[in-house]
């Protein structure tokens, strides 16, 4: 409960009055924009890089962020693409929307100092500007160094790690000795998932892309055995159910596509489906991508197959960033975090790199301002 | 609670003695068998038909029943079909499976009299024997005739109904106000679950196929629209939009398909899908169907896609059984039952007008001896 009651003090210290800068110093802010909907995968050919002055506005309390790291998600993808979902896409033009953390170098907020470091929506560019409105509605937070490091706080307790804990607990309801199946094994939420899963004594098993990847995460993340999805189809399916010869009770999957078809025709009574992505579909032209084929497994096995979005649970994020904080400092949990150090124009690429599958762990750019 | 009450005479009345009739008359008994596995749409050349003598057997109490009505299912479908599912598939040269009602006419049961009419796994023939210890095992039970008729027992108090309630009250658990779909409309299940959603207070819309069946379901069970589905898709789509400007938040699916997929594009935050069945695909050579390509709105939506098979609640079917029939009794509900009269031949005929949605409600065939 220490780390718990250090959270509360943090949401606290929102409340008190801090030492304000009235700095009227301009920053020179280069941002990464969207010039265009991508078709099939981004390029940098979708983005435009544009400049231009941002210093404290006078009026409403507010401050300036300068850009630490920016996550790079693969919920982007789906910001980019025009349409009804659970959140307005970028418009075109717009800066690209990017969650990350940063340090506050101006300040005539009655919340944050300069000095602070916060985390939430700075967006792709190297500084932000957060009225106190604006950064109590956009979720914004001052970061506990005493509970987490800086890339704690951006993966285990950040979003992948809370979409791991709250899609997990919340629709998959962990059962001691049954199976769980994680795709994205090695990415940013697969690694937490598996390791809550562990914690709550299941038996859990990856799929991830390459053998090299599936040994780092039983080596690394004490997975008990990892699927690699790089081999023909038909080798896949045999491999699985070697894998999984009491089939399957919870599935998290991050991919969609051929492997939630072949999930799907391994699955237990009353098993749970979370649907936190669908990685390999998210790129495919023209809306072309195909359903799960094999869906009617779901009446077969009185299965269920429900979607998830963190924010619905963001009330609850500090009990999870608490339990996870504890979990980390007790070595029964760990992050891998692949961070690519550059400029901010280095981010159409870095994106590139989630689409590829090249990182290894939660994905991150660390800004390093152009000299 | 009076017929609660009444319905647990019933199942006490299966521990007392009754008079037992120990006749060794002999019943020539006709058949239908599953003589091969259909690809496509079932004919009548996947079926035999056979002959047999039975009678009580010496031993064990048993009865013979004479079958009065036979249930056609859309799940008989999936029984004739090899392979895992929640129920193991008929056999080559089995009686083919298959609910219904018929009537003691020989007994040595201490559980079943002569001329007790009795609802149960009948399958697909004129007479069937029960030993004490099958009937219990079948889920075999005698008619209360005080609380309904026996074309009542076939269908709202019979599995379309238990289909119908439990599906959507444990799955799709309404909200008084809010959206309720059904497709299949006028099927067994379908007028049913529309009937319970207006009893909950919901906004319900059918899908069915032609106009004449849209303005029937809206007359004669009270469903607030319904639209037809025999109609180009893109129309479809844009009537559908029509009938449900609130969005949708409980779909009760028994067709998938391209159905499916238009109601995924509208459901409402936190909808519930019962995946009761699948109609259009079930047909499908060579298992080429397509899954929902919209599933993702799963995940934009928070929503919940759960199997359905009804067996799964028996244990609470007294308490379904007992609030219908007052239902019922009250004129708050109603059953259509669409009544094929001839002898047993008339199966595999009788079947495929399920198929190709020729019946309006529930479908059923009264069994007449050949002369």
């Known amino acids: 409960m220490m780390h718990l009651s250090a959270f509360r003090q943090t949401i606290r210290a929102f409340g008190s009055g801090s030492k304000k800068s009235l700095s009227s110093q301009v920053f020179r802010n280069r941002q990464i924009r969207l010039a265009s909907r991508p078709v099939g995968l981004p390029t940098a050919a979708n983005f435009s890089i544009t400049e231009e002055d941002v210093s404290l506005p006078r009026g409403e309390p507010s401050m300036v962020v300068k850009t630490t790291y920016l996550s790079l998600d693969p919920a982007m993808r789906g910001w980019m693409r025009e349409g009804r979902s659970y959140i307005a896409p970028v418009g075109i033009n717009e800066v690209m929307r990017a969650t990350g953390t940063g340090e506050v170098v101006a300040s005539s907020s009655s919340v944050f100092k300069v000095g602070d470091i916060i985390s939430g929506m700075v967006n792709a560019q190297e500084y932000s500007v957060f009225s106190d409105t604006k950064s109590r509605n956009t979720g914004l937070w001052k970061i506990n160094t005493d509970i987490g490091t800086e890339l704690q706080w951006l993966s285990a307790m950040g979003m992948p790690g809370m979409t791991a804990y709250f899609g997990l607990m919340e629709i998959g309801k962990p059962v001691r000795g049954q199976t769980l199946v994680v795709s994205s094994a090695a990415g940013a939420v697969g690694q937490i998932v598996g390791q809550l899963g562990k914690i709550k004594g299941m038996k859990v098993v990856g799929i991830a892309g390459g053998a090299e990847k599936c040994a780092f995460v039983c080596k690394e993340f004490g997975f008990d055995s990892c699927i690699d999805y790089k081999q023909p189809l038909k080798s896949f399916y045999s491999d699985f159910k070697k894998h999984c010869p009491k089939g399957v009770d919870i599935y998290f999957d991050n991919v969609g596509g051929e492997i939630l078809d072949c999930v799907l025709t391994r699955l237990n009574y009353q098993a749970r489906i979370i649907i936190c992505g669908a990685i390999s579909q998210y790129n495919a032209e023209g809306g072309n991508t195909p359903g799960p084929k094999n869906y009617l497994s779901l009446l ?72």
Chains 1, 2 share one sequence.
Not at 316 to 342: F, N
Request: glycine residues 6%.
């Open 300 to 371: 077969v096995n009185r299965a269920r197959m429900e979607g998830l979005v963190v924010f619905d649970y963001s009330k609850q994020y500090p009990v999870a960033i608490a339990e996870i904080s504890q979990w980390l400092a007790a070595g029964k949990m760990k992050v891998l975090t692949d961070v690519v150090t550059g400029p901010i124009d280095k981010f159409p690429d870095t994106l590139n790199m989630l689409f590829s599958g090249q990182n290894n762990g939660k994905l991150l750019l660390k800004i390093e301002s152009k000299k």
